[in-house]
C-alpha cells in the first residue's frame, strides 16, 4: 500500500520547539518527547490534544516504548540514566528503573511483555526482568554509544547498535554474540530492525539508508537523501522503509527494489522523527516543532481465518498487515455467507477500521471492497458496535 500517494491529513504544533515521536499507540496516540525537557506527553494524533504530561525524569527523555497488548503501561528511558514505567491513562510513575552508569538511549520490551531491554551511552545493554525487577543480563559489546536496541520476534534474541557497528545479536538468555555485521568507515545516526528480524536498516550522517542482511552481512544502500538520516522506521509489510533526513525532507523506500516511492515534503527542518501505524497506511514525522500525519487511501488487507468446530460452531480471527489480531468472532453460521461473516467480526475490532479494506479469505477469495466508517454499514449489515 506504500505504492500509493500519501497526502498531508494533518498537522499540530508543540509548545516545544524540538519534538521527537518516541512510541506509537496502535489507537492513534503517540509519546511525544520534547528535546531538552524532562517531561513527555501522550497526545491525540487526530484531534493534535495533548491528553497526559509524565513527570519524574531530570533529564531528557530519549526513548520509549509502549508495554503489553493493552497498551496500558509506557516506559521511559532518560539521560538520568533511568527507565520508568507508567500508566498511559494517567500518567501515574509505577516504578524506576536504576543500574546504567550513563544515559539511556534505546529500550524495547520483549513480546511477552515481562522483560525489557535497555541501551545506554557507555556501549552497555541490559535485560531486566519487569516482574522481579531486576537485571538477568548485562552484555558489554561495544566501545562506542549505543543507537538503539531492539528484541527481535523470536523473544529469544536482542540486537544492539552503535554508531560504529551496524548490528549486533546476542541471545537474549546467554549473552552470547550470534552475529556481528562489520561497517567499517560507517558512522550510523540511526536504526530499524525489519518484522522478520532478518534484517536491519541504519542511516549514516551521509544521506544513505543502508539494509544489512543479518545472516549473510550483506548490506544494500539506498540513495536520494542530500544530507543525513536522522531517524527510520519499517512498515509492519517489511516492504517499505520511511527516512526522516536533515534535507527537510522524508521518504518512503521500496525496501526491496531500493528505489523512493513518495517524497512528503513541507518540513521547515530537519526530521527527526518518522513512525508507521500499525497497518502501514499511516506516517507520522516530527519537524519544526510539528506533528504530521501523512495518510494513504489505498486499502488495507485482511487475513480472514476460519475454523468450524463441532456443533457447527464457528471461530472467525481477523489479522491486520502486521500480523496483529483484530478481532474474533465466535458463534454458529448464520447465514453461511463469507461477507456477513466479515461484518460481525470488524464489529470486534477496537479502534473501528477507517476508510476502505479489502477483505481476503485464505482460500483466496475477495469479496469485494467494503466502505467501514466508524460505527456506520460494513456489506449492509448495521454494526452494533
Known sequence: MAEEPFHLASSFRVRARTVHLLARFRDGRALLGHGSDDTAQIWDLDSGEALVT???????????????????????????????????????????????????????????????????????????????????????????????????????????SSRLRPAKIWNARSGRLVHALQGEGYSASCMAVFPDGRRVATGDRDGLVLIWEVATEGVRSLEGHTAGIRALAVFPSGRHVVSGSMDRTAKIWHAILGHVLHTLEGHAGSVLSVAVCAEGQQVTTCSDGKVRAWRSEAKLPLQLNAQKEAGGLLTITCTGLGGNSLGCFTGLDPTNDLRVLIGLICEQIRPPPRGRWQVVAPDGRCPGEHEYIGLGKLLGIEARG
Not at 526482568?129 to 534474541?157: F, N, R
Open 54 to 160: 509524565l513527570r519524574g525524569h531530570t533529564a531528557s527523555v530519549t526513548c520509549a516504548a509502549v508495554r503489553g497488548p493493552e497498551e496500558r503501561e509506557v516506559i521511559t528511558g532518560s539521560e538520568d540514566r533511568t527507565a520508568k514505567i507508567w500508566e498511559a491513562a494517567t500518567a501515574q510513575l509505577l516504578y524506576t528503573i536504576e543500574g546504567h552508569a550513563s544515559s539511556l538511549r534505546g529500550l524495547a520490551v520483549f513480546p511477552d511483555g515481562q522483560q525489557l531491554v535497555t541501551g545506554a551511552e557507555d556501549g552497555v545493554a541490559k535485560i531486566w526482568d519487569l516482574t522481579a525487577k531486576c537485571v538477568t543480563l548485562t552484555v558489554q559489546g561495544h566501545q562506542d554509544p549505543l543507537l538503539g536496541v531492539a528484541v527481535l520476534p523470536d523473544g529469544e534474541h536482542v540486537l544492539t
